[in-house]
């Protein structure tokens, strides 16, 4: 298959970031597939996108389909890096794709979760940036190479109506809600043979893996140790992997 026969590739970032994550990998893939159409879309409420009055997973998956579709893109590969992931798969579940690649995202709640409800008041109050940078002070950021150091610093824009909008579900919601809303995604994915990649940056939780595969048998793990932003601490890594996707 030639370079303009490839599947477009859709990258979606995490929360609070911007397009600008994709810089390094977006390099590496013009370098190996300089004629693949390649789109990097922020997320509503991110960069220039308009703000939502609801971060529904759902909702934001129909708003970056219109994008996509606007971008004359058809069937692409879905790629999310943390909630970004979250939205991939919801848009995998809805819109026709190639494949989707989850760059770190786990899809149940689980102890972040717990986390995130315990956390609350403080989000709806004056304080709220001490959770956030809380939360970022575990992502690994000190190990990344400088220019990715510099990226996720001020590539980024916390705001609470941000974290209160795409936290609203697991605030408002159950795990168990969650979880059987996140199988409906997977089954639907897997029924249609869409291919389906993690990429984890630790060993999965044993019982989570066990979830996981029951939901989704095909689904592809891979291993790759170190930052929450495999795409900027190993963006040759991750632009070889889409190659193959």
Known sequence: MTDDMRPPLVLLHGLTFDTRQ???????????????????????????APRLPSYDMA??????????????????????????AVVATAYAARHPVRGVVNLDQ?????????????????LRGPDW???WDGMLAGMGIEALPAE??????????????????????ILRGSDEGISAER??????????????????????????????????????VTVLPGSHFPHLAEPATIARLLTTV
Do not use: C, K
Not at 22 to 44: Q, T
Not at 66 to 83: F, K, N, R, W, Y
Not at 152 to 167: E, N, Q
């Open 22 to 48: 994709w810089d390094p990998v977006r390099r590496e893939l013009a370098a190996i597939e300089p004629a693949r159409p390649v789109l990097a879309l922020n997320l509503p409420g991110h960069g220039d």
């Open 59 to 84: 909702e934001v998956a129909d708003v970056v389909h219109e994008q996509v579709t606007g971008a004359g893109l058809v069937q692409p590969i879905v790629v999310g890096h943390s909630v970004g």
């Open 148 to 169: 990715a150091r510099e990226i996720v610093t001020t590539a980024t824009d916390p705001r609470p109506d941000l974290l209160l909008g795409y936290w609203g579900e």
């Open 129 to 131: 940036r001490r959770v």
């Open 106 to 122: 786990i899809l149940l709640p689980g102890p972040f979760g717990a986390a995130v409800r315990q956390a609350e008041p403080t």
């Open 183 to 220: 199988q409906r995604d997977l089954r639907s994915i897997g029924e249609r043979g869409i291919p389906y990649r993690w990429v984890t940056s630790s060993e999965p939780p044993p019982r989570y893996l066990t979830w996981l595969t029951e939901t989704l048998p095909e689904v592809m």
